[in-house]
Structure formats: C-alpha cells, structure tokens
T-cell receptor, first 115, second 112 residues
Framework: GAVVSQHPSWVICKSGTSVKIECRSL??????MFWYRQFPKQSLMLMAT?????????EQGVEKDKFLINHASLTLSTLTVTSAHPEDSSFYIC???????????FGEGSRLTVL | SQQGEEDPQALSIQEGENATMNCSYK?????LQWYRQNSGRGLVHLIL?????REKHSGRLRVTLDTSKKSSSLLITASRAADTASYFC????????????FGTGTLLAVQP
C-alpha cells in the first residue's frame, strides 16, 4: 500500500529556533497534503492544507507566519515551525491524498519538544 | 468547532469482550471514517462508511451510521490485547473529500 514518511520522527530544540518537518509520499504523487497537530491525549486538529505549486490554506487560528508550509514537489511537503516556543511542543502528523476519492494516507508523526 | 464528539472517552475491557465506541458529528456528510492510533504513532485507516450505507463489516469490525441522528458506532468483537489503542471517527470538512475533521477519540484498553 501507499506509504507516507515523516522526518524526523522526533526532535528536541531550543526555544527561538526553527524546526523543519518533512512529509514524503514514497510511492505515489500527492498534489494535496494535510498537516495536523495533536496535543497529548487529545484529538488531531487540522492546521493547514498543503497544495503542490501553490500557497497553503490555513485553518482559522493557525498563524501562517509561524507555521510555514512548502509543497514544492508532488512528493514532498514541509512544515517549518519558526521561532519555536515550548507551547509549540506537540505531535505533528501529515497525511497525503491518494488517487481514489476519500483515500488518505497518514505519516507516522513527528514529535516536537521545545525546551 | 466542527469537531465531532466520541464516547466513551476511555474504555477498559477484558480480552474476548466486545467494545463499542460512539461518534456524533455536526454537519451533513457523504462518508464517515474510523481510524486507529497506537500511542505515539500515526493513524491507520480502519473503515469508511458512505452516507447511503447503514452498516458495514470488516473482519472483527462493525460500523453503523445513522445520518438522521448524525451518529456512528464502531464495534470491535472478540477484542484482543493488541486492539489497545485510540480510535477516532473522522468526517469530511469544508466540502473537500480528503480534508478530515476528527472526533475527540476513545482510548480503548484491552486487558489480557
């Protein structure tokens, strides 16, 4: 089956630094990817829709200058958390749209800890 | 918030018992999906039920959908310790088929 890979799977950084998380579709092309954030023991909250070759669409309340999304190729979307703070510590999960309607594949997630 | 509600929030059962989780959602949908998440991992798609379907089976999973009540249930029969995970329902959002809103989730613990 289709596989979506996220890297890194976990990262620890100092407050004020920027962290980039990659989401790759390994054996299919994904024109659309989605980024979610999940706090401990909570559900996934949709952050933004990443569209290949165009600007990302952010959900209400998500700062686009804080969470930079780039989808420069059909197999790669990146999420950069800029000037990270401890409250940005979370589990970030991406998903990629497959060919069939409603088909969606999730990455394994990236755990960010900001000290 | 568009997020759906699930109940119970947590469920603890013995191996071999059945587990039932319920999901309520807020808007009209054309499908509803259930996902499983092991602790600290990504999501695994379990089953999709369309709005014109009332019940669907997949192995030990049985999903029902009641569009009049905007609710769905997931039944896991003959549970195993390996079924221990969080289970989420998800519905399409904003008219997009692949853009999903997730429910609050049910944490299932199956005791061996």
């Amino acid at each position: 089956g289709a596989v979506v890979s996220q890297h890194p799977s976990w990262v620890i950084c100092k407050s004020g630094t920027s962290v980039k998380i990659e989401c790759r579709s390994l054996d299919f092309q994904a024109t659309t990817m989605f980024w979610y954030r999940q706090f401990p023991k909570q559900s996934l909250m949709l952050m933004a829709t990443s569209n290949e070759g165009s600007k990302a669409t952010y959900e209400q309340g998500v700062e686009k200058d804080k969470f930079l999304i780039n989808h420069a190729s059909l197999t790669l979307s990146t999420l950069t958390v800029t000037s990270a703070h401890p409250e940005d510590s979370s589990f970030y999960i991406c998903s990629a749209k497959g060919r069939a309607p409603g088909e969606l594949f999730f990455g394994e997630g990236s755990r960010l800890t900001v000290l | 918030s568009q997020q759906g509600e699930e109940d119970p929030q947590a469920l603890s059962i013995q191996e071999g018992e059945n587990a039932t989780m319920n999901c309520s959602y807020k808007t009209s949908i054309n499908n509803l999906q259930w996902y499983r998440q092991n602790s600290g991992r990504g999501l695994v798609h379990l089953i999709l039920i369309r709005s014109n379907e009332r019940e669907k089976h997949s192995g030990r999973l049985r999903v029902t959908l009641d569009t009049s009540k905007k609710s769905s249930s997931l039944l896991i029969t003959a549970s195993r310790a390996a079924d221990t995970a969080s289970y989420f329902c998800a519905t399409p959002y904003g008219g997009a088929t692949n853009k999903l809103i997730f429910g609050t989730g049910t944490l299932l613990a199956v005791q061996p």
